[in-house]
C-alpha cells in the first residue's frame, strides 16, 4: 500500500537528516493505553536465541509503546522463532521477519513507522570538569 508510513519502501532518513520537515499526511487518532502492561514470562523450552530476542524487547526502546497484544505478538513471534531455529522453513522464517517488523524490532521498521529512538547523552563527571578547566588555564597561561 504506497503512502502508509510502515508498509515497505525504501527506509527514511533521520529526522535530523531530512531536508524539510513535511507536515503529517493522517491525523492521528488517540486512545487510553492499558493502565497496567505484563510482559508474559518466556518459555523455558525455547531456543537460546529466541530467548535472547524476547528479553531484548524489554530493554529496547520501543516497548515503552507495547500494549498486553504486542507483548502477546512478542511472545508468539519467539515460539515461531524457536521452532524455526530448529527446523528451518521458509514460509516459517518469513512469518518470524513480518513478527519482527510489527513489533519495531529494527531501525528501518522504527523509522518506516516515523519512530526515532535516542540515546540518553552520558553526563560529564566532575573530574571531566575539573580537567576541562585545567586544560583552559594552561593555554590561556601560555
Do not use: C
Not at 10 to 35: G, I, L, S, T, Y
Not at 85 to 107: H, I, K, S
Amino acid at each position: 500500500m504506497p503512502g502508509i508510513p510502515g508498509r515497505g519502501g525504501p527506509v527514511p532518513k533521520r529526522a535530523d537528516q531530512r531536508r524539510r520537515m513535511n507536515k503529517p499526511e493522517v491525523e492521528v487518532e488517540h486512545a487510553p493505553a492499558a493502565a497496567v502492561v505484563v510482559i508474559p514470562e518466556p518459555d523455558s523450552d525455547w531456543h537460546p536465541a529466541a530467548l535472547a530476542f524476547y528479553r531484548s524487547l524489554a530493554a529496547s526502546g520501543q516497548s515503552v509503546w507495547y500494549e498486553p497484544s504486542d507483548w502477546s505478538v512478542a511472545w508468539y513471534t519467539a515460539s515461531l522463532m524457536s521452532v524455526t531455529l530448529a527446523d528451518p522453513y521458509a514460509p516459517m522464517v518469513a512469518r518470524v521477519q513480518a513478527g519482527f517488523t510489527a513489533l519495531m524490532a529494527t531501525e528501518g521498521d522504527r523509522r518506516r513507522l516515523r519512530i526515532e529512538l535516542e540515546r540518553a547523552k552520558a553526563k560529564p563527571t566532575e573530574a571531566d570538569g575539573v580537567a576541562r578547566l585545567d586544560d583552559y588555564r594552561d593555554r590561556l597561561s601560555g
